[in-house]
């Protein structure tokens, strides 16, 4: 049994890639005068390469027929990135920029990491 080359295999899936992210984290920080801790948004990775792919899912009912669509959207990213749950994932693909939340834990593999994501709204 052949061994795979990840290497290889790594390199043709980031040549996919069209996009770039943002991963902006919510950190705590304590105000050295006022003692006072508050969370802040603060950049821990900036315009690394990655791609979004988009699915609709179409669910059927019981009487056989489609009550709505749903869209799944998933980020490709190098498997070595850390995305922290409540991390806020700014996507720029396609000359749309759009902000993101993971939507559950990512599938990592030796070459690249998949992570669903939902379309956030920060107030």
Sequence with gaps: MATM????VRTVIESLYEGSCTITEYQSN??????VTKFQEKVVIENHPCRLS??????????????SSIQEIKLFI??????????KITVNQNGVTRD????????????????????????
Excluded: R
């Design 54 to 67: 988009f699915k609709n899912i179409s669910p059927v009912n019981s009487e056989g027929s489609v009550n």
């Design 30 to 35: 304590m105000d050295p005068i006022t003692k």
């Design 5 to 8: 080359n990840y290497d290889k």
């Design 100 to 123: 993101y939340e993971g939507a559950g834990e990512p599938a990592i593999y030796p070459t690249h990491q998949e992570l669903v994501l939902k379309l956030k709204e920060w107030a």
């Design 78 to 87: 190098a498997p070595e990135i850390v995305i922290k749950p409540g991390s």
